[in-house]
């Protein structure tokens, strides 16, 4: 281990993780780097768009890091997006493990990229600590099988909010940060996902340093909470007491808001009217949260 350490953002989508990651970010010693697992596949490969308003690849400081990472790479693009995705597999989490322990001569390759990507990333940003908010409870034991010291936050976000969130619509648009079609997912998919992604979040964190911090708590208590995560000096203090301006420099992939500049955040009042749902459903939404 060093001083160098990675913040990894767990847990559902919908839950405020890019916001969550932006915050962290803009302290001045760290690096918010948005959805890293995405790197390989939504911006080099389809050259998708930083939050710095241009693609990926023709950012000058990810071509930087990808340029540097290319040189020290055994893998090649496609080989490591399938490989990440086999590990990250929610439904293969036992064989992920399994090629995880055994480490085959692939698998130890992708382990020693994954390791220098995060490497030059720390070097050419100058940063002690990398946000990452890819959220998928895969990349856990992969994260834990690097030299950096590893923290892992395990967001949630009570259920009627996330449900009410993925009923939203909207059409692609990779300017604006929209990285595919949305459409409104099925009771059945969004509880699911809710419940099961939280249990695999906690499964994976075991013997992981771990902070179980709710969305509603850190919007509420911004300060505390995020003092409780980073270290904390006076002038991310005096930014954090005025709830920002937080901006998003350089976040990869994300929630659309990393296109959006300078985030401000605002204290929300329990707020359960759910305007996207039915009556039946805002009926079971709030039974759920009243067990949250």
């Known amino acids: 281990m060093n001083n160098k350490t990675i913040i990894y953002i767990a847990g559902d989508g919908h839950t405020g993780s890019t916001l969550l990651d932006i915050i962290l970010g803009s302290r001045k010693q760290s690096f918010s780097a948005g959805e890293l697992r995405f790197l390989a ?18 950012c000058t400081l990810w071509k930087e890091i990808i340029e540097e990472w290319e040189k020290v790479m055994t893998l090649d693009w496609e080989s490591y997006i399938r490989i990440q995705k ?32 995060y490497s030059i990333i720390f070097s050419v940003t100058n940063s002690d600590t990398i946000i990452d908010s890819s959220k998928a409870p895969g990349m856990i034991p992969i994260l834990k099988e690097l030299k ?16 009410n969130s993925n009923k939203k619509r909207a059409k692609k648009d990779l300017e604006k940060g929209i990285e595919h079609d949305i459409v409104p997912k099925s ?11 939280n249990i695999l ?3 994976h964190t075991k013997g992981v340093e771990c902070k179980h911090i709710k969305y509603e708590e ?4 911004l300060k505390q909470t995020v003092s409780d995560i980073i ?4 002038e991310y203090e005096a930014l954090l007491e005025n709830r920002g301006p937080f901006m998003p420099a350089h976040l ?10 300078e985030q401000f955040v605002t204290k929300k009042p329990m707020n359960t009217s759910y305007s996207r749902l039915s009556s039946a459903e805002k009926v079971l939404a709030r039974t759920i949260d009243w067990f949250y």
């Open 41 to 58: 596949e939504k911006g080099v490969v389809n050259g998708e768009y930083c939050s710095c308003g241009v693609p990926v690849p023709e």
């Open 86 to 117: 086999v590990l990250k597999s929610n439904k293969k989490i036992f064989s992920a493990r399994k090629l995880l322990n055994k480490q085959p001569e692939q698998i130890k390759n992708f382990i020693d990229d994954t390791e220098q990507l």
């Open 148 to 163: 950096f010291n590893l923290s892992v936050i395990h967001l949630t976000r009570r259920f009627g909010d996330v449900w």
């Open 187 to 197: 009771t059945l998919k969004v509880l699911v996902n809710w419940f099961f992604i």
């Open 201 to 203: 979040t906690k499964y």
């Open 218 to 221: 850190y919007i509420d208590e």
């Open 231 to 234: 270290p904390v000096d006076s």
């Open 252 to 261: 990869v992939a994300g929630n659309a808001i990393r296109r959006k500049g």
